[in-house]
């Protein structure tokens, strides 16, 4: 067997939701967890789509979470609601919270909806080309379990949490920006660990406070905020949009996804802005390709080269493999067939 398999988005995603409804979800829950995932796949973020599967579904056998949650809206205004996700998984609570809020933009012009009592949504990305499909833009964001000490600090009190932002456009790559605070996330840092490989210096300090190239030695130690001070900064306003405001968990209160002793009671929050009721359609689509025209239009640095705005690399692999199918480890994918079938 060779070391990677090419699979169909199409099948990929038969057999994630196969797993997931195996486990006890619901089909709806299953098929938005799938959706999410294999969205994630077919971006090339290879670190947090099916890859993530094994672990979700150890958490929800060992009872962390719930598979038929009770997912509760408090609507507190017409454009803000906060939703408990009653520990459900959290691609399921966030896929409920993106929709709700685009429905509340779409009457209201704007919308915030903050979730507490979720687990770990996998990356910003998807929820953002979701929102770009319904000519909305997003900005969203989640906390995560300690892996970060505040700047200046040495205990470990902040996620590394993600901030996306979305803006939708007539046809071409929608801006999708994907960011975690940190120099590179945890995720890539493992990939590199279980492959042998060493990691760029500056990624992380070990735990005596050095830099290493060793991202054993780096997930053990400490992360670096990007930017420094100015990343630092960025993380706590997503805990204080997603954790403070939903009136969930927040700081090192954020269990971990990789344990299996409690609930994570992790925290989103989506912001959704409809662009066309804002600006009308005609002048926002115009605005916004004389905006990607003029920063494409950058002289390359290097002969050969291309200026590309965020998200385009995504896009153009989302055309590639819907085509051609998604690259997976021959491994994984047989544990993905065994959650499915087992």
């Known amino acids: 067997m060779s070391d990677t398999i090419i699979i169909s988005a199409e099948e990929l995603s038969d057999l994630t939701r196969q797993a997931f409804e195996r486990a006890g979800f619901c089909e709806i829950d299953a098929e938005a967890a799938a959706e999410i995932l294999v969205t994630t796949d077919l971006m090339g973020i290879s670190t947090h789509g099916v890859h993530r599967l094994d672990q979700y579904l150890k958490r929800v056998r060992a009872g962390m979470i719930n598979p038929a949650p009770n997912i509760i809206t408090d609507d507190r205004a017409p454009a803000l609601a906060i939703l408990d996700g009653d520990d459900g998984q959290g691609q399921v609570v966030a896929a ?201 239009s950058s002289a390359p640095f290097h002969e050969g080269g291309e200026v590309l705005i965020p998200g385009e690399v995504e896009y153009r692999a989302i055309q590639e493999r819907r085509e051609t199918g998604i690259p997976l480890a021959a491994e994984l994918l047989e544990t993905v067939k065994r959650l499915a079938t087992a």
């Open 96 to 296: 409920r919270a993106l929709e709700l809020a685009m429905s509340k933009a779409r009457a209201n012009g704007i919308a915030y909806v903050a979730v507490k009592n979720s687990n770990h949504f996998g990356a910003t990305a998807p929820y953002g080309f979701a929102a770009s499909v319904a000519a909305m833009a997003l900005m969203c964001g989640t906390s995560a379990s300690p892996a970060m000490a505040p700047f200046g600090g040495r205990d470990l009190k902040m996620g590394n949490n993600p901030f996306g932002f979305a803006a939708p456009r007539r046809s071409g790559a929608p801006f999708i920006l994907d960011m975690a605070m940190s120099v590179a996330a945890r995720g890539k840092m493992r990939k590199l660990r279980d492959a042998g490989e060493a990691m760029p210096i500056g990624w992380a300090l070990d735990a005596a406070g050095k830099p290493t190239t060793d991202p054993a030695a780096g997930l053990d130690g400490f992360i670096q905020f990007i930017g420094g001070h100015k990343g630092y900064g960025l993380s706590l306003m997503v805990e204080m949009l997603g954790g403070l405001l939903s009136g969930g968990r927040f700081l090192d209160d954020v269990g971990d996804m990789w344990a299996e002793e409690e609930p994570q009671g992790v925290s989103h929050f989506f912001i959704v802005i409809d662009p066309i009721r804002l600006m009308g359609a005609g002048d926002y689509y115009e605005r916004i390709e004389s905006f990607v025209s003029k920063v494409k």
